[in-house]
Every structure is written in C-alpha cells, then in structure tokens.
C-alpha cells in the first residue's frame, strides 16, 4: 500500500486530505450559509435559524478541523502534483494544477479570515461548550474588511470547485483518460 505521491499517482494520504477536506468544506459551505439567513450585521447576529445557532455549528467544525485543514494545504504544496496522464495537454494540467493552487490558497485565506471575523467584532469563537476569547477588542472597520475578504476568498473556492468538478466530468465521461481514478486509488506499483 503507498502512502506517498509519485511522479504519476497520488498516495493514500493525498487520497484521505482530498476527500476529507473537500467533505469539510462542503459542510462549512452549508452550515455558514444557514448562518447568513437573516444576518446582515456584524459578529453572531442572524445565527439563529429555526432557534439553532448554525454559526455556532460553524465555527465548531472549522476549529475542529483547522489543523486539518492546514495539513492539506501544506502537504499539496510542500508535495506538489503528480505529472500529467499520458496524453493528457500539458497547458490544461498546468491550468488543472493552477485552479488546484487558487483552490488551496483561497481556503487558507478562509481559515485567517473566518477567526478574525469573530474576534474582532469583539467576540469569544465557541467550540463545543469551550470559548475562545477575542484577543482584540471590537474593531467594526477591521471585522468588516475580514467578513468582506471571508465571504470573497468563500466564492473563490466554490467557483474554483466548480470548475474542478467540470473537469472531473470531462475526465471521467469524455475522455476516459483514467485522470479521476488518480484521487480514487493510490496504485499499488507507483505507475
């Protein structure tokens, strides 16, 4: 079994980051979209749907995978990719690998930017019964620019998914090529 990436297949730890992260983010999306239901305001007002704090759901689940997160981020880029398929067009991989890049980057502005929306609107990040307490006091100006870039660096990673998830059909109905089987299975020979 491989755990690492060759020069043409990722490894089972690429494998699990991948799916796990990508699983976290899809469920960050979704909770943190629930939260912008009627907020409008700053630091938690408008988390409450239906009497639940999503927000609150929210930032548990992103502390709780922060490391995680990061982990994924550092490996793809201290890592790098695999080289393309055979036969596969060196500038769409370059273009493949370039979306993967802005896809990464946009989530680590995420993981900065999601905390600092919190503290510094002069608020505690509540994970499960613990807080974290805001080591700034309540800066409005600042906890604007942070939710701006939050929500900005959010489109970012879904318009890049999306474009990622439109290559994957492409790969896995027209060409066949085996480029999807890569992030499925790590090889067993390293080919």
């Known amino acids: 079994m491989r755990f690492t990436d060759t020069k043409s297949g990722y490894g089972w730890i690429s494998i699990a980051f991948h799916w796990l992260a990508a699983a976290i983010v899809i469920a960050m999306w979704t909770i943190g979209s629930l939260t912008q239901g009627d907020a409008q305001g700053e630091g938690q007002e408008g988390s409450q749907v239906g009497g639940f704090d999503f927000l609150h759901l929210h930032t548990t689940v992103g502390i709780t995978a922060y490391i995680l997160l990061w982990a994924r981020i550092i490996w793809r880029f201290k890592i790098g990719h695999p080289g393309p398929r055979v036969g596969q ?103």
């Open 89 to 191: 067009s060196a500038t769409l991989y370059s273009l493949a690998k370039a979306v993967h890049y802005l896809v990464l980057l946009a989530l680590g502005v995420a993981l900065v930017s999601g905390p600092l929306t919190v503290w510094l609107a002069g608020d505690a990040i509540e994970v499960f019964s613990l807080a974290l307490p805001s080591p700034f006091g309540k800066l409005s100006a600042a906890q604007a620019i942070a939710r701006n870039v939050h929500g900005v660096t959010t489109m970012v990673v879904f318009g890049a998914i999306a474009l990622h998830v439109l290559a994957v059909i492409k790969h896995a109905v027209f060409n066949r090529d085996g480029t999807f089987d890569k992030i499925m299975v790590a090889d067993g020979d390293g080919t």
